[in-house]
């Protein structure tokens, strides 16, 4: 598998959690990464992405509460979440690899985050 998530669960609101996401040497070192959230029904929502350089944009909905955290040694690409609000219910998906057409060429098996009030 090229990514693998981990560290999702469930908190209080205004608590916080870590998701990591393991990828591949081929995987870290080549391609923008980026995290998205799902809820039932819905689409597949944008968080945040982090090009090869470091460079990071982050959703609105998440901007001051998230952050990305890029550990170059272990190749993880982890999302540090704070002040959790009980809209942040989703399941997590760590994704890389955006081709010329915006699609993204890997995704995770998702973790769930719950955030009760």
């Known amino acids: 598998e090229q990514l693998v998530e981990s560290g999702g669960g469930s908190v209080q609101a205004g608590g916080s959690l870590k998701l990591s996401c393991a990828a591949s040497?081929?995987?870290?070192?080549?391609?923008?990464m980026a995290w998205y959230r799902q809820t039932p029904g819905m689409e597949r929502d944008f968080i945040s992405t982090s090009s090869k350089s470091g460079t990071t944009r982050y959703a609105e909905s998440v901007k001051g509460r998230f952050a990305i955290i890029r550990d170059n040694q272990r190749n993880m690409f982890d999302l540090q979440m704070n002040n959790l609000q009980t809209e942040d219910t989703a399941m997590y998906y760590c994704?890389?690899?955006?081709?010329?057409?915006?699609?993204?060429?890997?995704w995770g098996q998702g973790t769930q985050v719950t955030v009760s009030s």
């Open positions: 994704a890389a690899c955006k081709s010329a057409n915006g699609s993204l060429a890997y």
């Open positions: 040497e081929y995987v870290y070192r080549i391609c923008e």
